[in-house]
C-alpha cells in the first residue's frame, strides 16, 4: 500500500464553506473577534474539517471512499488559519499497525501543522486494498 | 461546575427521521474538497454496490451534532455549551451513509468523569434507518472547561 504524505491547504474561505456544508456555524471559525475574546490565537479551522481532511487521505490511501470500517481521533492543539491567501497547511502521514482481523489494515495517523501535531490517538481501519 | 455521574447509561429517545440528500452529499464532498466520482455521481456509487452517491466518513458527524442537542440541551445535565471543546470523534461503520437515507439517532451517555475542574462527557450515538437497519455508531467526549 503507497502511504505517501498527502498535505492540504486550509484557507478562510474553505472554514466558511465547511461551516455552511457541516452546519457548524461557531464563530471561531470565522471571526477573529470573537476567538481572540474566547482566548484563542485567531480564528481556528473546525476539528471535524481537520479530521474530514485526514479522511481523504484516508479514503485516498484505502482506495475507494467507502473501504473505511472504524476512525477515531482525539483534537489537541487548534489548527490557526491566518485571514490572507495562503492560509495554513497540514501534514498527513499513516503507518501500517497490524491487521486486526483478516482482509483490514490499521493505520495509525499523524497530522501535524506547522511541525506540530494537531491530532492524538488517531487511528482508522481500512478494508486492505486488494 | 461538575457533570452529574448518575446520567451515565441514559438514553434519550429516538430523534425524527433525518433524509439524506443527493445534494447535501455533494456540497459536504465539494467542502471538504473531496472529488472522487462516488460521492457525486449516482453511476459511480452504483458501480460500487451502493444505491445512490456514498457520503464521505465524517459525513454522520454533521446528523449526529444535531441529534446530540437532546443532550447538550438537557436542562438536567445542564451543560454550559459556551465553555464545550471537542474532545474526541469516533466512527464504526457498518456501511457508508448514502443519499436516500433515513436516519434516526439514538443518543446515550456512555461515560462522564469530573476531574481537575473539568469535565469530560463521551456519548455515543448508534445511527440506523428508519427501517432499523444499523450504518454507524458515533462516539463524540467533549469537555466542559471548568470556569477560571
Same mark, same amino acid.
Given at each position: 500500500?503507497?502511504?505517501?504524505? #498527502?498535505?492540504? $491547504?486550509?484557507?478562510?474561505?474553505? *472554514?466558511?464553506? !465547511? @461551516?455552511?456544508?457541516?452546519?457548524? /456555524?461557531?464563530?471561531?471559525?470565522?471571526?477573529?473577534?470573537?476567538?481572540?475574546?474566547?482566548?484563542?490565537?485567531?480564528?481556528?479551522?473546525?476539528?471535524?474539517?481537520?479530521?474530514?481532511?485526514v479522511g481523504?487521505a484516508v479514503t485516498?490511501w484505502a482506495?475507494?471512499?467507502?473501504?473505511v470500517?472504524?476512525y477515531?481521533?482525539? /483534537?489537541?492543539?487548534?489548527?490557526?488559519?491566518?485571514?490572507?491567501?495562503?492560509?495554513?497547511?497540514?501534514?498527513?502521514? &499513516?503507518? %501500517?499497525?497490524?491487521?486486526?482481523?483478516? =482482509?483490514?489494515?490499521?493505520?495509525?495517523?499523524?497530522?501535524?501543522?506547522?511541525?506540530?501535531?494537531? *491530532?492524538?490517538?488517531?487511528?482508522a481501519?481500512i478494508?486492505?486494498? @486488494? | 461546575?461538575? *457533570?452529574?455521574?448518575?446520567?451515565?447509561?441514559?438514553? !434519550?429517545?429516538?430523534?425524527?427521521? +433525518?433524509?439524506?440528500?443527493?445534494?447535501?452529499?455533494?456540497? /459536504? &464532498?465539494?467542502?471538504?474538497?473531496?472529488?472522487?466520482?462516488? +460521492?457525486?455521481?449516482?453511476?459511480?456509487?452504483? &458501480? *460500487?454496490?451502493?444505491?445512490?452517491?456514498? &457520503?464521505?466518513?465524517? !459525513?454522520?458527524?454533521?446528523?449526529?451534532?444535531?441529534?446530540?442537542?437532546?443532550? %447538550?440541551?438537557?436542562?438536567?445535565?445542564?451543560?454550559? +455549551?459556551?465553555?464545550?471543546?471537542?474532545?474526541?470523534?469516533?466512527?464504526? +461503520?457498518?456501511?457508508?451513509?448514502?443519499?436516500?437515507?433515513?436516519?434516526?439517532?439514538?443518543?446515550?451517555?456512555?461515560?462522564?468523569?469530573?476531574?481537575?475542574?473539568?469535565? /469530560?462527557?463521551?456519548? #455515543?450515538?448508534?445511527?440506523?434507518?428508519?427501517? =432499523?437497519?444499523?450504518?454507524?455508531?458515533?462516539?463524540?467526549?467533549?469537555?466542559? $472547561?471548568?470556569?477560571?
Open positions: 500500500m503507497d502511504l505517501s504524505p #498527502r498535505t492540504f $491547504r486550509i484557507t478562510r474561505a474553505d *472554514l466558511v464553506r !465547511y @461551516a455552511g456544508a457541516s452546519g457548524d /456555524f461557531n464563530p471561531i471559525h470565522w471571526s477573529d473577534r470573537f476567538a481572540t475574546k474566547v482566548g484563542l490565537p485567531g480564528v481556528i479551522a473546525h476539528g471535524m474539517f481537520t479530521m474530514a481532511l481523504r485516498d482506495g475507494s471512499p467507502d473501504a470500517v472504524e477515531g481521533v482525539r /483534537f489537541t492543539r487548534p489548527v490557526v488559519v491566518p485571514d490572507d491567501d495562503e492560509g495554513t497547511e497540514i501534514e498527513v502521514r &499513516a503507518a %501500517v499497525r497490524g491487521e486486526p482481523e483478516d =482482509g483490514l489494515t490499521r493505520l495509525d495517523l499523524t497530522a501535524t501543522c506547522h511541525g506540530e501535531k494537531v *491530532l492524538a490517538q488517531a487511528r481501519v478494508r486492505t486494498p @486488494a | 461546575m461538575s *457533570l452529574d455521574p448518575s446520567f451515565v447509561g441514559r438514553s !434519550y429517545p429516538p430523534t425524527p427521521p +433525518y433524509q439524506v440528500g443527493r445534494e447535501k452529499i455533494r456540497e /459536504f &464532498a465539494t467542502a471538504i474538497g473531496a472529488v472522487e466520482p462516488a +460521492y457525486h455521481d449516482p453511476d459511480a456509487a452504483r &458501480a *460500487l454496490g451502493h444505491a445512490d452517491v456514498v &457520503a464521505p466518513p465524517t !459525513y454522520p458527524f454533521t446528523i449526529t451534532m444535531a441529534a446530540s442537542r437532546q443532550i %447538550v440541551e438537557d436542562p438536567e445535565l445542564g451543560i454550559d +455549551y459556551s465553555r464545550v471543546v471537542h474532545g474526541d470523534q469516533r466512527f464504526r +461503520y457498518t456501511r457508508p451513509v448514502v443519499a436516500g437515507d433515513e436516519l434516526v439517532c439514538v443518543n446515550t451517555v456512555e461515560e462522564i468523569v469530573n476531574r481537575a475542574g473539568n469535565s /469530560f462527557m463521551t456519548t #455515543r450515538t448508534e445511527v440506523n434507518t428508519t427501517a =432499523g437497519e444499523p450504518v454507524v455508531t458515533v462516539w463524540t467526549k467533549l469537555v466542559v $472547561r471548568g470556569e477560571g
